[in-house]
């Protein structure tokens, strides 16, 4: 399943391509995109596991940029 959410507070295209790495190293994410011109990530993954990666992400967010925040 894919969903998109938007972020707030993304600073800079270099933070969004680090965070894009990062989640896309977590387990059990097929793939995760973030745009930094519309704001925007997208991840695909199991449906059964998108709260716990959700979570996940926002941690490994918050390392990038303390600021930048996942809206559900």
Known sequence: ???????????????AAKMETAI????D??????SFMSQKMTIE?????F??????AQK???KVDRGCKIVK
Request: glycine share 0%.
């Open 51 to 56: 709260e716990l990666i959700l979570d996940d």
């Open 29 to 34: 994410v097929e793939s995760c995109t973030i």
């Open 60 to 62: 490994a967010i918050k």
């Open 24 to 27: 896309n190293k977590m387990d």
């Open 1 to 15: 399943m894919k969903k998109t959410y938007k972020l707030e507070n993304l600073d800079c295209a270099n933070c």
């Open 45 to 49: 993954a199991a449906e059964d596991k």
